[in-house]
């Protein structure tokens, strides 16, 4: 479902954008999420992930490192080209597991598929843990 968008976006909590091309795996990551406070929006392709972070302006972003239509290493440094963007923290998933791709991806930040939501929100407060102070909360 690619170009679809899915959004809870709320001023007030660090935002966190999802790419992710399965569609049940981006839900579940979208509702774990959600519930643990984080305004998520969410899209499935390499394309739409470019323009919903520039319309989004995501506190952090978690990408699937294989879209259906682009690389997900590509889609973060297209992002990280727009330089209000450039320090946005990106973690990747995958589930490639072999030796050439564990080394490529290395210096990244990377969930290896199947990954636990403790996990995953070990990862996203981590990154967004800066975000308090630049919403002026206490």
């Given amino acids: 479902m690619g170009g679809e968008t899915s959004s809870c976006l709320d001023p007030g909590r660090p935002r966190v954008l999802v790419v992710e091309d399965d569609d049940g ?15 998520v929006s969410s899209v499935g392709t390499g394309a739409d992930a470019v323009a919903a972070a520039r319309a989004v302006r995501p506190d952090a972003m978690v990408i699937d490192v294989v879209l259906p239509d682009a690389g997900g290493l590509g889609v973060a440094n297209e992002v990280w080209r727009d330089r209000d963007l450039k320090s ?5 998933t995958t589930a490639l597991s072999n030796p050439v791709v564990r080394t490529l991806l290395a210096p990244a930040q990377v ?6 939501k403790r996990q995953l ?11 308090p102070a630049r919403l002026g909360w206490p």
Avoid: D, I
């Fill in 111 to 116: 969930l290896f598929k199947p990954f636990s």
């Fill in 88 to 92: 946005v923290p990106v973690l990747f």
């Fill in 121 to 131: 929100l070990s990862w996203v407060r981590s990154a967004t843990r800066a975000v």
């Fill in 25 to 39: 795996l981006r839900t579940a990551m979208v509702g774990c999420l959600a519930r643990a406070g984080f305004a």
